[in-house]
């Protein structure tokens, strides 16, 4: 029995510090493989201990619980990486609803006496876990659109929403001067499951990935006071290193798109998107074949690759990797520029390109590749659009304007393959496409790189 509890509490020690070293080598891609090894080497010394904690009374329902777990949890794994925020925000609802159902049976297991302090965060675990749990629900249907996208609001609807999680805390605080207020409980768990409905409604289903990551924050928070109560370290560390690297992803995040916290969380961001998108542009642009834009690539020395959502939308990293090969080999120096908030979630571009094994040093960032612009001969935009649109350097009106792009309008050529003039998330006109230096290269990216390369070889694969 000693050797057990001894075996615990070195197995809980190893996966805290594994889970730290996790979050510091996944921070770099050259060891963020080691990282994800770390984390799950971690999990699974967490789940050991815990399997052999002597309070266990029947191991039968463990058992089913992680087959059951495993059943789920496999096909969860696989899906493809755009459809990877919403699996996330899954992931948060799951661990929102243990949280609460663990957080619930402590307390009916303890009351009527329930010391303050344990109440008090009880009742953080259990408004905490709701709220995240239909949030995080919210968010993964508006991303897999099984819910509409759009922002829906209504007059007062902040007031309505504040007053919910206003009417959550004082039934908290009641709790905490009188636990054995048994009856109020129910409401507890009820009033934040509307309110993770109703905090998600108003919120357009683009700035979905920024919400998936505040909601991965709560879910941290709350499994942190569940370790309280539960009296484990393992969990109040765990969950605090969950809940405040969620929240500095968030905040990346917002910066990285000039938007503050509360304009993201009650903002309605994705209204103005549809009033704005309704104003296309019918000026003219000059289009370009493959042929003509393989020409222009071969006599270049410089080129810098912008991807995109529409990159990862195609699936053309390998085509993209196909022509870096072919640039390099006719001695071009091709970089990629990297905008922290390219694609649909934080580190897009550097998974997919990194799946195709493009090297590191050449994914270059916003601030460093910028300055190499104006003497770059070729920016070449791969299903990029909002990332590169000077709206955001020079329309003040602009709903990006303020956020940090990639300057490739500074390039002495830029072309710019995407299929249509359509908008991208913010859903406004690009003015990059009319310059006079701007070729657009209209077609599926995966096709018409896939055409460049085939033009550099000599018309064949
Ligand atoms: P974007 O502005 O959404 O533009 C993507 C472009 O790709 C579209 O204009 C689309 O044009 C094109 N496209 C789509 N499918 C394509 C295909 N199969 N082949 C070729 N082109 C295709 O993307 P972005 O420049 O990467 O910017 C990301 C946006 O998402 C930013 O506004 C950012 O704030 C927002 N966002 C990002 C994150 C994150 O974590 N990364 C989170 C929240 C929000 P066509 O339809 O004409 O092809």
Known sequence: MIFNEHFIEISYFIATA?????????????????????GEIGMALAILGTL???????????AAGLVLGTILGVPLGRVAMTAVPQRTALSHAFGALCVTLV????????????????????????????????????????????????????????????????LSVGIAVILVLRPNQVGLFPALIFIPLVFGVMLIIPIGGA???????LLNSYAGLSAAAMGFVLNSKLLIIAGALDGSSGFILSVIMSKAMNRSFTNVLFGGFGQLQAAAG????????KSATAEEAAAILSAASLVAIVPGYGMAVAQAQHKVRELYDALTKRGIDVRFGIHPV?????????????????????????????????????ALVIGANDVTNPAARN???????????LDVDRAHTVMVIKRSMAAGFAGIDNPL??????????????????????ELSGGHD
Not at 207 to 213: A, E, G, K, L, Q
Not at 363 to 374: H, K, Q, R
Request: hydrophobic fraction near 45%; aromatic fraction near 10%.
């Open 18 to 38: 594994l889970f730290i070293l996790s979050l510091k080598w996944l921070s770099s891609p050259t060891t963020a493989r080691r990282g994800v090894w770390a």
């Open 207 to 213: 700035d979905m990935p920024t919400v998936i990551s």
């Open 395 to 405: 329309e003040t009106g602009s709903p990006i304007y303020g956020m940090p792009i």
């Open 433 to 454: 496409y009319y310059l006079d230096k701007t070729l657009m290269l209209f077609g599926d990216a995966k096709g018409f790189v896939g055409n460049i390369v085939r």
């Open 103 to 166: 957080g619930t049976s402590e307390f009916y297991l303890r009351a009527p006496d329930i010391p303050p302090f344990m109440m008090a965060v009880l009742s953080m675990e259990v408004i905490l876990g709701s709220l995240t749990f239909t949030g995080s629900l919210m968010a993964a249907g508006k991303l897999q659109e099984v819910l509409p996208q759009r922002p829906i609001t209504y007059k007062g609807q902040n007031f309505v929403n504040l007053a919910l999680l206003a």
């Open 342 to 378: 390219a694609g649909r979630m934080p580190g897009h571009m550097n998974v997919l390109l990194a799946e195709a094994d493009i090297p590191y040093d050449r994914l270059l960032e916003m601030d460093v590749i910028n300055g190499d612009f104006p003497q770059t001969d070729v």
């Open 52 to 62: 052999l904690y002597r309070g266990i009374v029947d191991y039968k329902l463990v």
């Open 278 to 285: 309704g104003e296309q542009e019918s000026r003219p642009v």
